[in-house]
């Protein structure tokens, strides 16, 4: 789950991290009543998405006065921001922040993050912040620095040293930066976040480390231990989909393909969107319907499909476990007689009570087509939608 800028600033300050006095609003009166308050010789004035390279889109602003703050912040809420991130069809800035302006002196770059293969804590360094680290990466890899600390209720004086060296900091300056390392640490496990990252994170002329943009990602998984982070979702950030998806306890990620695809299984899901891949064409969803998917649920998760404007066809690839195949096939038809399908339908079914699977599907008077097994399908699906 993603948070806006703000939030995670507050988050961070929670923990001891320094970060520039802001505030935030949904609309502009309220944002300039409390922009007053802010004790600053400039504003800074930026859009808050769930997305990186704002400020290329022109979401992000420097203004010298009030007057250009109401200005600014007029043009700005309501407008639909495109960059990297957010794909053609941009997002639309619902809510503003203003905060502080800051006299900077150096940028930095600092991420923290699950690093799996390794099950360590993963910090990424670099004296090139400001910048997209992905564009560093490929430069000026001896710019970026990687340390790996082992889980533990604390970071150490020597871990932290190791992940800001190469910032080439003054003794002062050294000792801020190793306790915002601290701070970061102490945020990303108390928090069961995913990942952390300060681009970018400053030396000012004051010599002050400060955290001046961040953007937090946390585990689903575990936000049923923090119902305090919950409440910080953004419906208006999430595709519509996706949330439907989210009641009805469906894996869906929306894509840009053609073919929508139904799977039990996570490993079987991924697959099965390789190989629609490998003839050719591009899968419109993940969408794992899990285990023990119930006929209510394979029902909403082909209503979640169908309403995908992009699908031409169906793949129903299902592998009977705990899942059985009659149920999958008992969904599929309950769902028909509410939606009108008029895509192709491919169905591929294997394991426990198949038999008796296919034989629902035979018997609904669906216009079908029956696969043998994964190839199999892939290359109908492919061949039907052509």
């Given at each position: 789950m993603n948070i806006h800028e703000h939030q995670a600033k507050k988050?961070?300050?929670?923990?001891?991290a320094v970060v520039p006095e802001g505030v935030f609003a949904f609309t502009v009166d309220e944002l300039i009543e409390k922009a007053k308050l802010l004790k600053t010789e400039k504003f800074v004035l930026k859009a808050q998405i769930h997305a990186g390279g704002r400020g290329k889109a022109?979401?992000?602003k420097i203004l010298n006065t009030i007057e250009e703050l109401t200005s600014a912040a007029k043009i700005l809420l309501g407008k639909t921001l495109i960059t990297h991130q957010t794909g053609p069809e941009g997002r639309e800035v619902k809510r503003l922040y203003v905060e502080e302006s800051s006299n900077i002196d150096k940028e930095f770059?600092?991420?923290?993050?699950?690093?799996?293969?390794?099950?360590?804590?993963?910090?990424?360094?670099?004296?090139?912040?400001?910048?997209?680290?992905?564009?560093?990466?490929?430069?000026?890899?001896?710019?970026?620095?990687?340390?790996?600390?082992?889980?533990?209720?604390?970071?150490?004086?020597?871990?932290?040293?190791k992940i800001i060296k190469i910032y080439n900091l003054t003794d002062d300056a050294k000792k801020q930066a190793i306790l915002l390392?601290?701070?970061?640490?102490?945020?990303?496990?108390?928090?069961?976040?995913?990942?952390?990252?300060v681009n970018p994170l400053i030396l000012t002329k004051e010599k002050k480390i400060i955290c001046l943009d961040a953007k937090v990602n946390f585990d689903s998984n575990a936000l049923f231990k923090h119902p305090e982070i919950i409440e910080l979702r953004d419906l208006n950030e999430e595709d519509p989909t996706e949330i439907e998806a989210s009641k009805h306890d469906l894996a869906y990620i929306k894509l840009d393909g053609s073919i929508g695809c139904m799977v039990n299984g996570a490993g079987?899901?991924?697959?099965?969107?390789?190989?629609?891949?490998?003839?050719?064409?591009?899968?419109?969803?993940?969408?794992?319907?899990?285990?023990?998917?119930?006929?209510?649920?394979?029902?909403?998760?082909?209503k979640i499909i169908l309403s995908d404007k992009n699908v031409?066809?169906?793949?129903?690839?299902?592998?009977?476990g705990i899942m059985r195949c009659d149920v999958l096939a008992q969904g599929v038809v309950d769902a028909a007689k509410e939606i009108n399908i008029s895509v192709p339908?491919?169905?591929?079914?294997?394991?426990?009570?198949?038999?008796?699977?296919?034989?629902?599907?035979?018997?609904?008077?669906?216009?079908?087509?029956?696969?043998?097994?994964?190839?199999?399908?892939?290359?109908?699906?492919?061949?039907?939608?052509?």
């Open positions: 988050i961070l300050k929670k923990y001891g022109g979401g992000v770059y600092l991420s923290c993050l699950v690093d799996r293969a390794s099950s360590k804590i993963a910090f990424i360094s670099s004296d090139q912040g400001g910048m997209d680290i992905e564009e560093v990466a490929n430069n000026t890899p001896e710019k970026i620095i990687t340390t790996k600390i082992d889980i533990a209720d604390e970071i150490s004086n020597e871990d932290c040293e390392i601290k701070s970061v640490y102490n945020m990303f496990i108390g928090t069961d976040a995913n990942m952390v990252e079987l899901a991924m697959a099965t969107m390789d190989i629609i891949k490998l003839y050719g064409k591009e899968p419109a969803n993940f969408l794992d319907v899990g285990g023990g998917a119930s006929k209510e649920k394979v029902s909403a998760a082909l031409k066809g169906i793949l129903i690839n299902i592998f009977g339908l491919v169905v591929r079914l294997a394991g426990t009570n198949f038999k008796e699977g296919k034989k629902i599907l035979d018997n609904s008077g669906l216009k079908l087509i029956s696969a043998e097994n994964l190839d199999d399908a892939a290359q109908k699906i492919v061949e039907a939608i052509e």
